[in-house]
């Protein structure tokens, strides 16, 4: 059982206006397995006020198909952004972005704010950009290595990258607000945000919950209790299942990269 953090740092809009205002271009990173619901308007609004360019990174991409990940590129670039995409643990795509990078700084060497959602892999693109572990970095929102404050470091002569906190968009998806934005032993009703994960994941992928546990049922409370009774995870009085570890699993899970879904932007 992880400890339970005893205060969670999140960025504030004066932090990333102030960070924004900082640097001369905004690395925008997005989760590729569903990208619209990582992604801030806000966080866009103030680099166009601001007169910064942005390049949205489509990170975790390993988690998706190939042509998803292209199809995600077209279609933001047809919106008009710059977009590229990247696997941070594999360190695929570093070379491109890199150059993006490059080709929209307006001065060498640039200064490159990195923000976006809690656990899109801010930190991780950073260390792969430099090629070693300098950011720390963590798998769960809150869980020890997620990043509390502002760092500075230096990927080559050319770029010096601003890893900060996740920040959390009002405008932005419920669902992602509450899984990002909590640490999961926090979570006020891990069953009602597992539950509702569940079926997200299944409307996306009617295979994935069959995928991750073996488990056939489309019906969240059945799935919960298939996997608290698998792990012996039972009230002692009544021996009923115990929901709520089941359901701080299956959030772990969605966060580790272990439950296969993504939004197909061909089906949106
Ligand atoms: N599969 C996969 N996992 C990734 C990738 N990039 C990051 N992760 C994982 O996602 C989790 C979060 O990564 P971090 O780099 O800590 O994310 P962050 O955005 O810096 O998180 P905060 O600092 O808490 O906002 C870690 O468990 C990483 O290993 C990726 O490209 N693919
Ligand atoms: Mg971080």
Redesign the pocket.
Known sequence: MSRKPRFFRLMSWGEVRRVIDSADVVLH?LDARDPVSTFSRRVAEIARQQGKPMILLL?????VPREVAEAWKNRFSRDGYTCVY?????RQGTLILRRTIKRVAPRLPVTVAVV?F????????INALKGRHSAP???Y?GSP???RGFQFIRVDRDILLIDT??VIPIEGDQLERVVRGTPVELLEDPIGVASMLVKRVLERNPEAIKKAYGIESKDPDEILSIIAARHGWLYKKTREPLLEEAARKVIRDF???LIPYFVDPGNL
Do not use: C, M, Q, W
């Not at 990170?59 to 988690?63: C, E, G, I």
């Open positions: 990173v990170n975790k991409s390993d988690l990247a696997s941070a643990t594999r976006g809690p656990k899109t892999g801010k930190s991780s693109i970095t963590s798998p929102p290595g997620y990043t906190p996740g966060h580790d990269g």
